[in-house]
C-alpha cells in the first residue's frame, strides 16, 4: 500500500514536493487582518458561479465551531482550523447553526435565545471571512446531538401544544412547524454583532441547510418530509433571497424511483421518507445534497466493492443534476470510519481520492458535480469532539497532500480564487 501511494499523484509530485518543504519548513506567512471582500455565490444551471466565474468547492465539515467558540479555552480552536483550511485551499465548510436545548444551547427553548451562545456564532462567521472561508450553515439536526428534532417535539409536548410523542411530528406537527420557522427568522435576520451584518445579507455564508440528513420514517409515502421541505424552503426565500439553500438529504432514491433497487446501497434506503429527486426538485432548493458512508450503508461489503459503489453513487448523482434536476450537486459528507474491521489509513487515502477524482472529472466536464465537503476535520487535542471519522489532515502527509492537490486542481478548471492565489507555491503553474 505504502509503495502504492506514490502512484497517486503522478502530476503533481514535483509541485507536491517543494510545497512540503516549503510549509515544514517555510514561514508561511498569510495577512489576516483586514476584512476581505467576498461576493456571493450564485448558482447559473447546474454550476456555482462566483463573480461571473465557475466555483468548484473543495471543502470540509467542522461541525463544533460554534460549540467550541462558545469557551473561551476551546475559541482559539476555530481560528487555528480556518487558518490551516485556508492553507489547503479549502474555499466552503460546513458547520452546525443550531443547538437546541442541552448544554450550551443557542436555543434555550423555543424562541428563547442564550446571547452568549449567539455570539460564539457571530464570531465563527466573523473569522471565517476573515479568512476568506464560506460557511454551509445547517438549521437542525434529524438525530439527537444537539437537540434535534427529538427537543422540539419534547418542547411541544412540554408546553402542552404537541400533537404525538413521535420524533416525526417534528415534520407535521403545526406547533412545532411555527417553531422552527421562528428559528429560521431569528437565524436570517441576526445582526452580527462583530460585524454588523445581518446574516440574510452576509456573503460568507456560502447557503443554507435545512436539516442534517433528514428522515421521516413514518411515513415512507416521502408525503411528510416533501410538505415540509416546500413550506421551510419558500419561508426561508421568503426572508432571504440572496444565499443557496439546500436540503440536507443523504441522497437515497426514494419507493418511486428505478434508481431506487439498482443505485441505493441495500433496500432499507427507500423507506425513509425520503427522495433524492423529488425532494431536491422542489423549486426554492437551489442545490442537490448527497452523503457518502459505504462502510455504514453495507453489511459485510468487501473495500474494493465499497469504492466501486462510492464512483457508481457519485455518478448517478451527477447524472440527476445534469438530466434531471438541472442543479448543482453538492457531496456534503463523506467518511470512512477507522472503526471498520481490517481499517487502514491507506484505504481513508484511497476513499478521499475516489471522490475527488469523480468530483474533478465533473467539474472537467462542466457537469453538475459541484464539489465535496470531508466528514470531518479537526486541529489537534481535540480526542473529545472527533467521532470515528475525524481527522488531523496535516498528522498524514499523503493525505494533506491529496486535499491539497484536489484544491489546486479544481482552481484551475474554476475561477481564480483567493486561497489559490496564496498557494501558487503549492501549486505551481499559473498560480
Ligand atoms: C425519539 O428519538 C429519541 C432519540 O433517538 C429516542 O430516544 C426516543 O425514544 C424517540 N421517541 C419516540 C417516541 O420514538
Ligand atoms: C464550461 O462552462 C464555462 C462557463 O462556465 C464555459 O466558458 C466553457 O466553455 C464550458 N466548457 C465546456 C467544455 O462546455
Known amino acids: 500500500m505504502m ?38 455565490v450564485e448558482r ?45 485551499g479549502l474555499t466552503v465548510c460546513r458547520t452546525w447553526a443550531f443547538n437546541d436545548g442541552g448544554y450550551n444551547a443557542l436555543q434555550v427553548s423555543p424562541g428563547r435565545f442564550n446571547e452568549r451562545v449567539f455570539k460564539a456564532l457571530d464570531h465563527v462567521i466573523a473569522e471565517a471571512r476573515q479568512h476568506g472561508i464560506r460557511l454551509l ?13 427529538t427537543q422540539y417535539v419534547k418542547w411541544a409536548w412540554q408546553e402542552g401544544v404537541g400533537l404525538s410523542s413521535s420524533n416525526d411530528s417534528f415534520f407535521y406537527d403545526p406547533s412545532i412547524r411555527i417553531y422552527f420557522k421562528n428559528y429560521i427568522k431569528t437565524i436570517l435576520t441576526r445582526k452580527n454583532s462583530i460585524t454588523g451584518i445581518q446574516y440574510r445579507d452576509d456573503p460568507t455564508i456560502f447557503g443554507w441547510e435545512l436539516m442534517n440528513e433528514p428522515r421521516c420514517m413514518t411515513d415512507a409515502s416521502g408525503d411528510t418530509l416533501q410538505d ?18 439546500t436540503v440536507g438529504l443523504e441522497g437515497f432514491y426514494g ?37 457518502i458512508y459505504p462502510d455504514h450503508w453495507f453489511h459485510d461489503q468487501d473495500f474494493e466493492d465499497e469504492m466501486r459503489f462510492v464512483s457508481k453513487w457519485m455518478i448517478s448523482h451527477i447524472d440527476d443534476g445534469d438530466k434531471v434536476l438541472k442543479k448543482p450537486v453538492m457531496f456534503t459528507e463523506f467518511g470512512l470510519s477507522n472503526l471498520n474491521k481490517g481499517f487502514t489509513p491507506e484505504q481513508r487515502d484511497r476513499f478521499y481520492k475516489t471522490v475527488y477524482d469523480v468530483i474533478y472529472k465533473a467539474a472537467k466536464r462542466n457537469r453538475s458535480g459541484a464539489g465535496s465537503l470531508a466528514w470531518q476535520f479537526l486541529v489537534e487535542g481535540m480526542d473529545e469532539s472527533n467521532d470515528d471519522f475525524g481527522i488531523v489532515p496535516w498528522e498524514r502527509r499523503s493525505i494533506h497532500r491529496l486535499i491539497i492537490e484536489q484544491s489546486c486542481r479544481l482552481a484551475r478548471i474554476g475561477g481564480d480564487t483567493l486561497q489559490l492565489r496564496e498557494l501558487k507555491y503549492v501549486c505551481g503553474g499559473r498560480w
Open 228 to 245: 415540509w421541505i416546500e413550506e421551510m424552503s419558500a419561508y426561508i426565500k421568503s426572508i432571504d433571497k440572496k444565499h443557496l439553500l
Open 255 to 291: 419507493p418511486n424511483s428505478l434508481k431506487r433497487s439498482t443505485v441505493n446501497p441495500e433496500e432499507w434506503a427507500s423507506r425513509l421518507g425520503s427522495d433524492f429527486i423529488r425532494n431536491s426538485a422542489v423549486p426554492y432548493v437551489d442545490f442537490a445534497s448527497v452523503h
Open 44 to 88: 447559473s444551471g447546474t454550476q456555482f458561479m462566483v463573480n461571473g466565474k465557475a466555483f468548484y468547492i473543495n471543502g470540509w465539515n467542522s461541525y463544533w465551531f460554534m460549540d467550541h467558540a462558545v469557551e473561551e479555552y476551546r475559541k482559539p480552536r476555530v481560528r487555528a482550523m480556518l487558518q490551516a483550511a485556508r492553507k489547503m
Open 3 to 40: 509503495a502504492g501511494n506514490g502512484l497517486f499523484y503522478p502530476i503533481l509530485g514535483f509541485a507536491s514536493c517543494l510545497a512540503f518543504i516549503y510549509m515544514s519548513f517555510g514561514n508561511w506567512r498569510i495577512e489576516d487582518t483586514k476584512p476581505l471582500k467576498m461576493d456571493f
Open 137 to 149: 450553515l445547517s438549521l437542525v439536526d434529524n438525530l439527537q446531538a444537539y437537540g434535534g428534532k
